[in-house]
Every structure is written in structure tokens, then in C-alpha cells.
């Protein structure tokens, strides 16, 4: 495997999680945010 296809896979994992924390607000990272919130 070259070099520029590891590159090339790694953008597209990342690309891959930035598009699901955005598809999916108030998934997991809400939940953990209003836990947060509401220990303070």
C-alpha cells in the first residue's frame, strides 16, 4: 500500500466521522453534554 492511498484512506475515515457527528446532533455527544450540564 503507497503511501498517498494511506493518506487518502485517512481523510475519508475522518471525513467519515465529521459527516456522522453532524448527521446525528442528538445522538451520544448531546447525551454526554446534558449529563455534563446537569452535574454543575
Do not use: D, V
Request: proline share 2%; glycine share 2%; aromatic share 8%.
Amino acid at each position: 500500500m503507497t503511501r498517498k492511498w494511506h493518506e487518502h484512506l485517512k481523510l475519508k475515515s475522518i471525513n467519515k466521522q465529521i459527516k456522522l457527528k453532524i448527521s446525528k446532533p442528538r445522538g451520544e455527544n448531546s447525551f454526554i453534554a446534558t449529563k455534563y450540564t446537569h452535574q454543575t
